[in-house]
Nanobody, 124 residues
Framework: QVQLVESGGGLVQAGGSLRLSCAAA????????MGWFRQAPGKEREFVAA????????VYADSVKGRFTISGDNAKNTVYLLMNGLKPEDTAVYYC?????????????????WGQGTQVTVSS
C-alpha cells in the first residue's frame, strides 16, 4: 500500500518561512514526478511545485516562483517544499502528490497518490 505522509505545516507570520516534508512509502517514484498542491477554503486545489525525477528540473506556479523551493531525494522517495516570504494568500492545506509523468506534473489528474494534507496558515 502506497502512503504519502506530509509534515511541517503550521502558523507563521507574513514574511516568515516554513519547510514542508513528504515521505512516500510502498513504491518508488524514480521514473515519475512528485509535487505539491494546495487548496484554500472555498477554492479549487491548485498546483504549487513539482519535480519530474526523470528530468530533474523543478517547475513552479507563477504565484510562488522565487519564494518557494522544491527539492528532494529520489532514492529516499522524499520531497520538500521550502516556503520563504510567505503571504496571507498562501494560507491553504498543502498536499503532497506522486506518480505523475514528467510532462504532466502540473496537472492534478495526473497524480496517482496523495497525502492527507498539512495546514499552512499565514497571518498578516
Amino acid at each position: 500500500q502506497v502512503q504519502l505522509v506530509e509534515s511541517g505545516g503550521g502558523l507563521v507570520q507574513a514574511g516568515g518561512s516554513l519547510r514542508l516534508s513528504c515521505a512516500a512509502a510502498g513504491r518508488t517514484f524514480s521514473n515519475t514526478g512528485m509535487g505539491w498542491f494546495r487548496q484554500a477554503p472555498g477554492k479549487e486545489r491548485e498546483f504549487v511545485a513539482a519535480i519530474p525525477w526523470s528530468v530533474g528540473i523543478p517547475v513552479y506556479a507563477d504565484s510562488v516562483k522565487g519564494r518557494f523551493t522544491i527539492s528532494g531525494d529520489n532514492a529516499k522517495n522524499t520531497v520538500y517544499l521550502l516556503m520563504n516570504g510567505l503571504k496571507p494568500e498562501d494560507t491553504a492545506v498543502y498536499y503532497c502528490a506522486a506518480g505523475a509523468t514528467a510532462w504532466s506534473v502540473r496537472k492534478i489528474d495526473a497524480y496517482e497518490y496523495w497525502g492527507q494534507g498539512t495546514q499552512v496558515t499565514v497571518s498578516s
